[in-house]
């Protein structure tokens, strides 16, 4: 299994971007998925994850109502859009899969991850 992330780059404050994570290897529709950041000098962080199973997603409490995870399994993509984004939304972003994922939160749930791809919210 092999994911990528792509949509990062340099946004001002308030802006939007909308990142991809497109799975190759397998299908995607067989797992949930997660979008994981971290910024330099801090711990990485759960940002969301949506089920493969029934849809259902996970928000921080820092992104909610602000971020939209989605998953097009046709095309074998996850979606992350940001919208409002802040100077603290900055990092590396990236997602994951994995078999069992029992909290969307807890990076140790996923097996597989991507190689990230840098958000920087600056004016």
């Known amino acids: 299994v092999q994911l990528v992330e792509s949509g990062g780059g340099l946004v001002q404050p308030g802006g939007s971007l909308r990142l991809a994570c497109t799975i190759s290897?397998?299908?995607?529709?067989?797992?949930?998925v997660g979008w994981f950041r971290q910024a330099p000098g801090k711990e990485r962080e759960a940002v969301s994850g949506i089920s493969n199973a029934d849809g259902s997603t996970y928000y921080s409490d820092s992104v909610k109502g602000r971020f939209t995870i989605s998953r097009d399994d046709a095309k074998n993509t996850a979606y992350l859009q940001m919208d409002s984004l802040k100077p603290e939304d900055s990092g590396v972003y990236y997602c994951?899969?994995?078999?069992?994922?029992?909290?969307?939160?807890?990076?140790?749930?996923?097996?597989?991850w991507g190689q990230g791809t840098q958000v920087t919210v600056s004016s």
């Open positions: 994951a899969t994995g078999i069992l994922v029992i909290d969307p939160a807890r990076a140790e749930d996923y097996d597989d």
């Open positions: 290897g397998d299908i995607l529709e067989y797992y949930p």
